[in-house]
Protein backbone atom coordinates (compact mmCIF):
# COMPACT_ATOMS: atom_id res chain seq x y z
CA UNK A 1 0.00 0.00 0.00
CA UNK A 2 1.19 3.75 -0.58
CA UNK A 3 2.93 4.95 2.56
CA UNK A 4 1.32 8.51 3.14
CA UNK A 5 3.31 11.27 4.96
CA UNK A 6 2.25 13.81 7.57
CA UNK A 7 0.94 17.21 5.06
CA UNK A 8 2.72 19.95 5.22
CA UNK A 9 1.76 23.10 3.12
CA UNK A 10 -0.06 23.21 0.00
CA UNK A 11 1.19 23.12 -3.05
CA UNK A 12 3.58 25.88 -3.97
CA UNK A 13 3.17 27.60 -0.66
CA UNK A 14 6.39 29.41 0.59
CA UNK A 15 9.94 29.84 -0.63
CA UNK A 16 11.07 26.79 0.09
CA UNK A 17 8.42 24.79 -1.74
CA UNK A 18 9.86 20.79 -2.44
CA UNK A 19 11.78 19.92 -5.79
CA UNK A 20 8.69 18.14 -7.64
CA UNK A 21 10.33 14.83 -8.66
CA UNK A 22 11.01 14.50 -12.28
CA UNK A 23 8.30 12.49 -14.65
CA UNK A 24 10.06 9.39 -14.67
CA UNK A 25 9.61 9.04 -10.84
CA UNK A 26 5.68 8.75 -11.53
CA UNK A 27 6.28 6.36 -14.15
CA UNK A 28 8.57 3.90 -12.37
CA UNK A 29 6.25 4.11 -9.55
CA UNK A 30 3.33 3.49 -11.67
CA UNK A 31 4.58 0.69 -13.40
CA UNK A 32 5.56 -1.29 -10.25
CA UNK A 33 2.57 -0.80 -9.32
CA UNK A 34 0.86 -2.16 -12.16
CA UNK A 35 3.23 -5.22 -12.13
CA UNK A 36 2.09 -5.68 -8.61
CA UNK A 37 -1.44 -6.17 -9.13
CA UNK A 38 -0.88 -9.87 -11.12
CA UNK A 39 0.87 -11.22 -7.96
CA UNK A 40 -1.57 -10.18 -5.71
CA UNK A 41 -4.41 -11.52 -7.61
CA UNK A 42 -2.90 -14.38 -8.15
CA UNK A 43 -2.07 -15.45 -4.05
CA UNK A 44 -5.77 -14.02 -3.42
CA UNK A 45 -7.38 -16.63 -6.49
CA UNK A 46 -4.66 -19.49 -4.77
CA UNK A 47 -5.50 -18.83 -1.09
CA UNK A 48 -9.29 -18.98 -2.52
CA UNK A 49 -8.87 -21.95 -4.39
CA UNK A 50 -7.42 -23.86 -1.19
CA UNK A 51 -9.87 -22.95 1.04
CA UNK A 52 -12.68 -23.91 -0.98
CA UNK A 53 -10.96 -27.51 -1.00
CA UNK A 54 -10.27 -27.61 2.73
CA UNK A 55 -13.62 -29.34 3.29
CA UNK A 56 -13.55 -31.71 0.39
CA UNK A 57 -14.09 -31.45 -3.13
CA UNK A 58 -17.51 -29.20 -4.38
CA UNK A 59 -19.48 -31.93 -5.17
CA UNK A 60 -19.68 -33.85 -1.94
CA UNK A 61 -20.23 -29.84 0.16
CA UNK A 62 -23.24 -29.11 -2.31
CA UNK A 63 -24.95 -31.81 -3.00
CA UNK A 64 -23.44 -34.93 -0.82
CA UNK A 65 -26.68 -35.61 0.99
CA UNK A 66 -29.22 -35.43 -2.14
CA UNK A 67 -27.33 -37.96 -4.06
CA UNK A 68 -26.96 -41.37 -4.14
CA UNK A 69 -23.12 -42.76 -3.75
CA UNK A 70 -23.16 -44.08 -7.18
CA UNK A 71 -24.48 -40.67 -8.44
CA UNK A 72 -22.06 -38.42 -6.31
CA UNK A 73 -19.14 -40.73 -7.47
CA UNK A 74 -20.43 -40.42 -10.97
CA UNK A 75 -20.82 -36.12 -10.72
CA UNK A 76 -17.25 -36.02 -8.79
CA UNK A 77 -15.54 -37.83 -11.87
CA UNK A 78 -17.18 -36.14 -14.09
CA UNK A 79 -16.44 -32.80 -12.94
CA UNK A 80 -12.77 -33.86 -12.93
CA UNK A 81 -12.57 -33.63 -8.68
CA UNK A 82 -10.83 -37.11 -8.04
CA UNK A 83 -7.91 -36.38 -9.52
CA UNK A 84 -5.13 -34.66 -7.62
CA UNK A 85 -5.26 -31.24 -6.46
CA UNK A 86 -2.73 -29.86 -8.38
CA UNK A 87 -4.03 -31.06 -11.31
CA UNK A 88 -7.30 -29.12 -10.42
CA UNK A 89 -5.14 -25.98 -9.43
CA UNK A 90 -3.44 -25.58 -12.75
CA UNK A 91 -6.45 -26.57 -14.91
CA UNK A 92 -8.27 -23.73 -12.84
CA UNK A 93 -5.64 -21.41 -13.14
CA UNK A 94 -5.75 -21.46 -17.03
CA UNK A 95 -9.38 -21.11 -17.45
CA UNK A 96 -9.37 -18.13 -15.12
CA UNK A 97 -6.79 -16.19 -16.72
CA UNK A 98 -8.94 -16.97 -19.92
CA UNK A 99 -12.07 -15.61 -17.79
CA UNK A 100 -13.92 -18.48 -17.25
CA UNK A 101 -14.71 -19.02 -13.77
CA UNK A 102 -16.91 -22.44 -14.48
CA UNK A 103 -20.68 -22.62 -13.16
CA UNK A 104 -22.52 -23.05 -10.72
CA UNK A 105 -23.18 -26.60 -9.04
CA UNK A 106 -26.54 -25.92 -7.63
CA UNK A 107 -28.16 -24.45 -10.88
CA UNK A 108 -26.00 -24.60 -13.29
CA UNK A 109 -25.38 -20.87 -14.28
CA UNK A 110 -21.65 -19.64 -15.46
CA UNK A 111 -20.00 -17.92 -13.12
CA UNK A 112 -19.53 -14.99 -15.47
CA UNK A 113 -23.52 -14.60 -16.15
CA UNK A 114 -23.96 -14.36 -12.34
CA UNK A 115 -20.95 -11.86 -11.85
CA UNK A 116 -22.39 -9.60 -14.67
CA UNK A 117 -25.77 -10.10 -13.42
CA UNK A 118 -25.38 -8.95 -9.92
CA UNK A 119 -21.57 -7.29 -10.17
CA UNK A 120 -23.32 -3.95 -11.09
CA UNK A 121 -25.67 -3.42 -8.20
CA UNK A 122 -23.01 -4.18 -5.82
CA UNK A 123 -20.59 -1.78 -7.33
CA UNK A 124 -24.00 0.82 -7.42
CA UNK A 125 -24.34 -0.12 -3.24
CA UNK A 126 -20.39 0.70 -2.93
CA UNK A 127 -20.89 4.02 -5.02
CA UNK A 128 -23.66 5.09 -2.73
CA UNK A 129 -21.85 3.89 0.61
CA UNK A 130 -19.08 5.97 -0.68
CA UNK A 131 -20.93 8.95 -0.78
CA UNK A 132 -22.47 8.94 2.76
CA UNK A 133 -18.78 8.29 3.43
CA UNK A 134 -17.54 11.45 1.98
CA UNK A 135 -20.68 13.51 3.07
CA UNK A 136 -20.73 12.35 6.65
CA UNK A 137 -17.16 12.08 7.43
CA UNK A 138 -15.33 14.55 5.62
CA UNK A 139 -17.20 17.68 7.24
CA UNK A 140 -17.70 16.03 10.90
CA UNK A 141 -13.98 16.13 10.37
CA UNK A 142 -13.45 19.30 10.19
CA UNK A 143 -15.57 20.47 12.69
CA UNK A 144 -13.82 17.91 15.22
CA UNK A 145 -10.63 19.61 14.35
CA UNK A 146 -11.83 22.97 14.55
CA UNK A 147 -13.30 21.90 18.18
CA UNK A 148 -10.18 20.27 18.86
CA UNK A 149 -9.79 18.37 22.52
CA UNK A 150 -13.68 20.24 23.18
CA UNK A 151 -17.03 18.34 24.04
CA UNK A 152 -17.73 18.60 20.49
CA UNK A 153 -14.75 17.33 18.96
CA UNK A 154 -14.95 14.00 21.95
CA UNK A 155 -18.84 13.40 20.76
CA UNK A 156 -17.97 13.52 17.19
CA UNK A 157 -14.84 10.82 18.07
CA UNK A 158 -17.06 8.51 19.94
CA UNK A 159 -19.52 8.30 16.70
CA UNK A 160 -16.55 7.50 14.85
CA UNK A 161 -15.53 4.82 16.99
CA UNK A 162 -19.42 3.44 17.31
CA UNK A 163 -20.04 3.60 13.64
CA UNK A 164 -16.74 2.07 12.99
CA UNK A 165 -17.17 -0.56 15.49
CA UNK A 166 -21.00 -1.42 15.20
CA UNK A 167 -21.72 -4.84 13.06
CA UNK A 168 -23.16 -3.11 9.52
CA UNK A 169 -26.16 -5.55 9.81
CA UNK A 170 -26.94 -4.51 13.43
CA UNK A 171 -26.96 -0.64 11.99
CA UNK A 172 -29.08 -2.12 9.07
CA UNK A 173 -31.47 -3.56 11.68
CA UNK A 174 -32.00 -0.16 13.43
CA UNK A 175 -32.22 2.21 10.32
CA UNK A 176 -35.13 -0.38 9.35
CA UNK A 177 -36.51 -0.52 12.71
CA UNK A 178 -36.89 3.27 12.92
CA UNK A 179 -37.59 4.55 9.55
CA UNK A 180 -39.63 1.63 7.77
CA UNK A 181 -41.09 0.13 10.69
CA UNK A 182 -41.84 3.20 13.04
CA UNK A 183 -41.71 5.76 10.98
CA UNK A 184 -42.69 3.99 7.89
CA UNK A 185 -40.63 6.87 5.86
CA UNK A 186 -38.34 4.46 4.01
CA UNK A 187 -38.90 0.90 2.17
CA UNK A 188 -37.66 -2.00 3.96
CA UNK A 189 -36.08 -4.19 1.46
CA UNK A 190 -35.26 -4.61 -2.33
CA UNK A 191 -33.66 -2.25 -4.84
CA UNK A 192 -36.94 -0.91 -6.05
CA UNK A 193 -40.71 -1.48 -6.09
CA UNK A 194 -42.19 -3.79 -8.49
CA UNK A 195 -43.61 -1.24 -10.57
CA UNK A 196 -40.03 0.40 -10.91
CA UNK A 197 -38.43 -2.75 -11.85
CA UNK A 198 -41.48 -3.26 -14.40
CA UNK A 199 -40.79 -0.33 -16.33
CA UNK A 200 -36.76 -1.18 -15.85
CA UNK A 201 -37.47 -4.37 -17.92
CA UNK A 202 -39.10 -2.86 -20.40
CA UNK A 203 -36.43 -1.05 -21.25
CA UNK A 204 -35.36 -4.57 -22.69
CA UNK A 205 -31.46 -3.76 -22.27
CA UNK A 206 -31.28 -2.62 -18.69
CA UNK A 207 -28.05 -1.62 -17.63
CA UNK A 208 -27.89 -3.21 -14.04
CA UNK A 209 -27.53 0.03 -12.51
CA UNK A 210 -30.86 1.07 -11.44
CA UNK A 211 -30.44 4.72 -11.16
CA UNK A 212 -29.32 4.59 -14.31
CA UNK A 213 -32.11 2.35 -15.85
CA UNK A 214 -34.58 4.49 -13.64
CA UNK A 215 -33.19 7.70 -15.60
CA UNK A 216 -33.34 6.37 -18.72
CA UNK A 217 -37.64 4.97 -17.98
CA UNK A 218 -37.72 9.02 -18.03
CA UNK A 219 -39.91 8.60 -15.17
CA UNK A 220 -39.24 11.05 -12.21
CA UNK A 221 -41.06 8.56 -9.92
CA UNK A 222 -38.69 5.52 -10.79
CA UNK A 223 -35.68 7.61 -10.19
CA UNK A 224 -37.48 8.57 -6.53
CA UNK A 225 -38.30 4.96 -6.01
CA UNK A 226 -35.06 3.35 -6.44
CA UNK A 227 -33.47 6.45 -4.82
CA UNK A 228 -35.87 5.81 -1.47
CA UNK A 229 -34.38 2.20 -2.10
CA UNK A 230 -30.81 2.92 -1.42
CA UNK A 231 -31.03 5.81 1.60
CA UNK A 232 -30.74 3.05 4.80
CA UNK A 233 -28.44 0.41 2.58
CA UNK A 234 -25.97 3.24 1.73
CA UNK A 235 -26.30 4.50 5.51
CA UNK A 236 -26.13 0.99 7.15
CA UNK A 237 -22.80 0.38 4.65
CA UNK A 238 -21.22 4.29 4.64
CA UNK A 239 -21.40 5.16 8.35
CA UNK A 240 -18.47 2.24 8.38
CA UNK A 241 -16.27 3.93 6.40
CA UNK A 242 -17.55 7.58 7.84
CA UNK A 243 -15.55 7.32 10.95
CA UNK A 244 -12.61 6.22 9.61
CA UNK A 245 -12.43 9.41 7.16
CA UNK A 246 -14.04 11.67 10.60
CA UNK A 247 -10.93 10.68 12.59
CA UNK A 248 -8.37 10.90 8.94
CA UNK A 249 -9.51 14.57 8.55
CA UNK A 250 -9.30 15.45 11.79
CA UNK A 251 -6.16 13.76 12.91
CA UNK A 252 -4.46 16.01 9.49
CA UNK A 253 -6.52 19.04 9.51
CA UNK A 254 -5.03 19.40 13.38
CA UNK A 255 -1.82 18.80 11.82
CA UNK A 256 -1.85 20.93 9.31
CA UNK A 257 -3.07 24.14 11.55
CA UNK A 258 0.57 23.66 13.52
CA UNK A 259 2.06 24.27 10.34
CA UNK A 260 4.22 28.15 10.16
CA UNK A 261 2.63 29.31 7.25
CA UNK A 262 -0.91 28.44 8.90
CA UNK A 263 0.43 30.53 12.28
CA UNK A 264 1.30 33.19 9.60
CA UNK A 265 -2.06 33.37 8.22
CA UNK A 266 -3.36 33.19 11.60
CA UNK A 267 -1.12 36.20 12.48
CA UNK A 268 -3.01 38.18 9.79
CA UNK A 269 -6.17 37.62 11.17
CA UNK A 270 -7.92 34.76 9.19
CA UNK A 271 -10.72 33.34 11.12
CA UNK A 272 -9.94 29.66 12.25
CA UNK A 273 -12.62 28.69 10.66
CA UNK A 274 -11.48 29.70 7.30
CA UNK A 275 -8.00 28.25 8.24
CA UNK A 276 -9.45 24.79 8.36
CA UNK A 277 -11.40 25.39 5.37
CA UNK A 278 -9.12 27.16 2.67
CA UNK A 279 -5.71 25.85 4.21
CA UNK A 280 -5.89 22.91 6.22
CA UNK A 281 -8.64 20.70 3.98
CA UNK A 282 -6.87 20.33 0.52
CA UNK A 283 -3.73 18.52 2.46
CA UNK A 284 -6.05 16.67 4.51
CA UNK A 285 -8.04 14.85 1.93
CA UNK A 286 -4.78 12.88 0.06
CA UNK A 287 -4.67 10.60 2.77
CA UNK A 288 -7.95 9.77 2.32
CA UNK A 289 -7.61 9.19 -1.51
CA UNK A 290 -5.07 6.21 -0.29
CA UNK A 291 -7.37 4.84 2.01
CA UNK A 292 -10.36 4.69 -0.57
CA UNK A 293 -8.48 0.80 -1.98
CA UNK A 294 -8.61 -0.16 2.01
CA UNK A 295 -12.18 1.13 2.22
CA UNK A 296 -13.38 -0.48 -0.91
CA UNK A 297 -12.14 -3.93 0.34
CA UNK A 298 -14.04 -3.27 3.64
CA UNK A 299 -17.40 -2.07 1.97
CA UNK A 300 -17.31 -5.12 -0.33
CA UNK A 301 -16.82 -7.49 2.50
CA UNK A 302 -19.79 -5.48 4.18
CA UNK A 303 -22.00 -5.69 1.14
CA UNK A 304 -22.45 -8.83 1.84
CA UNK A 305 -23.98 -8.50 5.39
CA UNK A 306 -25.77 -5.01 3.75
CA UNK A 307 -27.36 -6.70 1.08
CA UNK A 308 -28.62 -10.00 3.08
CA UNK A 309 -30.10 -7.67 5.81
CA UNK A 310 -31.68 -5.66 3.00
CA UNK A 311 -32.68 -7.76 0.06
CA UNK A 312 -30.39 -5.50 -2.22
CA UNK A 313 -30.12 -8.39 -4.70
CA UNK A 314 -26.04 -7.93 -5.56
CA UNK A 315 -23.11 -10.12 -5.38
CA UNK A 316 -22.88 -10.24 -1.54
CA UNK A 317 -26.98 -11.26 -1.47
CA UNK A 318 -25.74 -14.13 -4.05
CA UNK A 319 -22.24 -15.33 -2.10
CA UNK A 320 -24.96 -15.87 0.93
CA UNK A 321 -27.22 -17.50 -0.85
CA UNK A 322 -24.58 -19.89 -2.48
CA UNK A 323 -22.76 -20.35 1.09
CA UNK A 324 -25.89 -21.74 2.04
CA UNK A 325 -26.15 -24.16 -0.33
CA UNK A 326 -22.57 -25.08 -0.41
CA UNK A 327 -21.99 -23.96 -3.77
CA UNK A 328 -18.55 -23.44 -3.42
CA UNK A 329 -17.74 -23.40 -7.17
CA UNK A 330 -20.00 -20.16 -7.16
CA UNK A 331 -18.50 -18.37 -3.89
CA UNK A 332 -14.46 -19.18 -5.14
CA UNK A 333 -15.74 -17.36 -8.67
CA UNK A 334 -17.40 -14.48 -6.63
CA UNK A 335 -14.39 -14.23 -4.06
CA UNK A 336 -12.07 -14.26 -6.94
CA UNK A 337 -13.88 -11.45 -8.55
CA UNK A 338 -14.29 -9.19 -5.44
CA UNK A 339 -10.15 -9.78 -5.11
CA UNK A 340 -9.45 -8.57 -9.10
CA UNK A 341 -11.81 -5.15 -8.04
CA UNK A 342 -10.41 -4.52 -4.51
CA UNK A 343 -6.72 -5.07 -6.51
CA UNK A 344 -7.80 -2.57 -9.67
CA UNK A 345 -9.27 -0.31 -7.25
CA UNK A 346 -5.86 0.21 -5.55
CA UNK A 347 -4.04 0.23 -8.25
CA UNK A 348 -6.53 3.34 -9.37
CA UNK A 349 -5.40 4.94 -5.92
CA UNK A 350 -2.32 4.77 -6.13
CA UNK A 351 -2.99 6.69 -10.07
CA UNK A 352 -4.64 9.23 -8.86
CA UNK A 353 -2.69 9.57 -5.25
CA UNK A 354 0.74 10.27 -7.22
CA UNK A 355 -1.26 12.79 -9.13
CA UNK A 356 -2.06 14.59 -6.65
CA UNK A 357 0.87 14.20 -4.02
CA UNK A 358 4.50 14.19 -5.78
CA UNK A 359 5.77 12.68 -2.47
CA UNK A 360 4.22 9.49 -3.56
CA UNK A 361 7.10 7.98 -5.32
CA UNK A 362 9.45 5.30 -5.46
Known sequence: MTTVTAPTAPPGAGATARKRPTGGGIWRYLLVRFFLIFPTIF??????????RLTGDPITASLGDRLTPEQLAERIHEAGYDRPIMVQYLEYLGRVFTGDFGSSITDG?????I??????ATLELVFYALIVAFIVGIPLGMVAAYFRD???DAGLRVFAILSYATPVFFAGLVLKLVFSVWLKVLPVAGRASTRTEIKIEALGDPSGIYLIDAIRTGSAEAVGDVL????????ALGLLTAGVFLRLVRTNVIGTLSRDYVDAARSRGVREFRLVRKHALKPALVPIITVIGLQIAMLLGGAVLTETTFEWKGLGFQLALYLSKRDFVAVQGIVALLAVIVALTNFIVDIIAAILDPRVRY
Not at 228 to 235: D, S, T, Y
Open 109 to 113: RPITD
Open 150 to 152: RWG
Open 43 to 52: ILVTLVFFLM
Open 115 to 120: LWTYGS
Open 228 to 235: AHAVLPAL
